[in-house]
């Protein structure tokens, strides 16, 4: 089998590329990244030993996907993945849906010219904004989690956020990017025939992420701490207690195994939430503590002014994906922050590249 990964050179692209490899066999792999993403270059050496063709190119590009030959599936892990994009000022709005959304329909062109398979990494900021930042909270001093007292919205349960809490914009710039995408490989499979997965995950951490403080937060927060750089609690009273749950990326190769050798369509639902779920849980704080049981004392500050898009609380609900696809997030998260922290050991300027 033949599978096409964009956004390869990143820090999800490069896990699947690693994992699918170890764990299929006879896969054939072709990535393609466009370098766009600082520190990405670093991942480009390994290919050529893994037996993989790299190709320097652009999702945008068209003249870029004429050159690539037919494959199988295309698992589209390219793109602005920071919900500050496009509202920064690091990247232009116009920019952020030229390589999120366009890019996105070039590759359904890509598919539906080979018949291939696609399967979409979106994400959990496909929810709404307004929504999510109305849940009501708790807090005992440690972390935010949910007022089981209260009524709740629709889509939120113990569990989380599952698949039918609301959608409705605005979500941020690049939740919309991903939201329209979704929509549109869902047109494009049904009008054109080609078998479609569209994967929402939660936030995904590991080593080699490329870490700033707006993206890839638990490998930005490690080596900051590991390297005595600033750290700051941003909004939410600066306590540092909004939470989030953590994937590892290697947890989602057994449901892509399952879904790229998937026959018969319309049995499962296209649309899927994986993620760490409440047992991965943490906030910054609780982060903090971790990081000074294993690597000493360092002073973090608090900045209380907002941040766009920002929200005290996500967990991701993936009892869907248990039921449908028999999967269950694997990697603890003291075993993901643990490879991280091991990580920055043994790269001390890791922050230097990837925020250069
Ligand atoms: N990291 C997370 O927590 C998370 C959570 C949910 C979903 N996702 C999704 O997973 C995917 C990968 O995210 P990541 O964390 O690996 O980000 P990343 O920035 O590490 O990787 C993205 C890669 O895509 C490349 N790229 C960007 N625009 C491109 C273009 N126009 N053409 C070719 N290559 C391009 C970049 O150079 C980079 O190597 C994204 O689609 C993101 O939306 C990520």
Redesign the pocket.
Known sequence: MKILI?????????CLVEALLENCEGLEIIG??????AG?EI?RSNFKKQGVTFIH????SISDLETIPPVDWVI??????SVLAGKDGSTSSRQLI???LY?TVNLLEFCKQHKAGFIL?????VYALKELSSIPIVTDGTHFSVNQTATLPQGLTVNGISENFSTTPPLSL?GNT?LASENLAIEYSDAFDFPLWINR?????GKG??GRPD??ILAYWVHSWAQKKPLRYIGFEGKGLQTRDFLH?KDLVSVIKKQINHIGRGQKPIISNFSGGIHSARSLLEMSNWCENRFGPHEVTSDLSPRPFDIPWMILDSQQAKKEWDWEPTTPFEDIIEEIAQHSETHPTWLDLSIA
């Not at 190119?57 to 945008?60: E, H, L, N, P, W």
């Not at 990494?121 to 900021?125: C, D, H, M």
């Not at 995950?201 to 951490?205: E, F, M, P, S």
């Open positions: 964009t956004g390869a050179c990143g820090f999800v692209g490069n393609l990244d466009n370098l766009s993403r990405s991942n190119g652009d999702i945008r589209d892990a390219a793109a602005n993945p030229e390589n999120n890019g990494l979106s994400t959990s900021r690049y991903k995950c939660g936030v995904l951490a992420q490329f993206q890839g990326p």
